[in-house]
């Protein structure tokens, strides 16, 4: 798992709370992602940080909004949890230059 | 049009078989390509990564790019069950941008 924990890895929980979810690294890598996967979507970026607090928006960031203070942990958080958010979350991390992501084990989470 | 496409499968071979898989993309700008190997309720698992036109082999794994075409592709050779996953093809243009993934491929290799 390249050095990758992602926590919780279940999660349930009810519209309109808010979610954070943690992603934390044992690499030191600068580049880390959020990825939701969806049955006929595949992957979608949803927000990237290139460093201690540089973060970047990807394709679906509408309502999700993501934090790292610290280079071995980056945060997502829903303010307001939607079903539509029903998924499951993929923390990456790439070390830059000439090379590959690498992922975490996933976050499942169920908005009811 | 989605800016990476695969056939979604699922793809169902005998034991001992050669699998092709295969990606098509838009973006003639992609250079760098990668196959990730996906089990279920597991992260993906990088196979090959490889940087512009050409071929690489790993093992059973061959990872093939034709850049004219916008084409790539990943050959299993002598196949086993424990191949059975989802395989995903990824892409980007510079190493440092966003990597953009196909939708997936799910693939059975019957014993």
């Known amino acids: 798992d390249a050095g990758i924990t992602q926590s919780p890895r279940h999660k349930v929980t009810e519209t309109g709370t808010p979610v954070t979810l943690r992603c934390h690294q044992t690499?030191?890598?600068?580049?880390m992602y959020w990825y939701r996967q969806d049955p006929g979507h595949g992957l979608r970026l949803i927000h990237y940080?290139?460093?201690?607090?540089?973060?970047d928006k990807g394709e679906v960031s509408d309502g999700y909004s993501v934090s790292r203070s610290k280079t071995e942990d980056f945060l997502l958080t829903l303010e307001s949890a939607t079903s539509s958010q029903t998924s499951v979350y993929f923390c990456?991390?790439?070390?830059?230059?000439?090379?590959?992501?690498?992922f975490g084990n996933g976050t499942r989470l169920t908005v009811t | 049009q989605k800016e990476v496409e695969q056939d979604p499968g699922p793809l169902s071979v005998p034991e001992g078989a050669i699998v092709s898989l295969n990606c098509t993309y838009s973006n003639s700008a992609f250079q760098y390509f990668m196959w990730y190997r996906q089990y279920s309720r597991k992260g993906p698992e990088l196979l090959m990564y490889?940087?512009?036109?050409g071929n690489k082999e790993d093992g059973r794994f061959t990872a093939q790019v034709d850049k004219s075409s916008k084409y790539i592709s990943l050959f299993i050779r002598d196949s086993q069950p424990s191949d059975s996953a989802t395989y995903l093809c990824a892409m980007t243009q510079t190493s440092y941008d966003k990597v953009i993934f196909g939708p997936g491929t799910s693939l059975s290799v019957i014993p």
């Open positions: 690499e030191n890598h600068r580049y």
């Open positions: 990456a991390i790439r070390q830059g230059g000439d090379s590959p992501l690498h």
């Open positions: 490889t940087y512009s036109s």
């Open positions: 940080s290139y460093g201690v607090k540089d973060t």
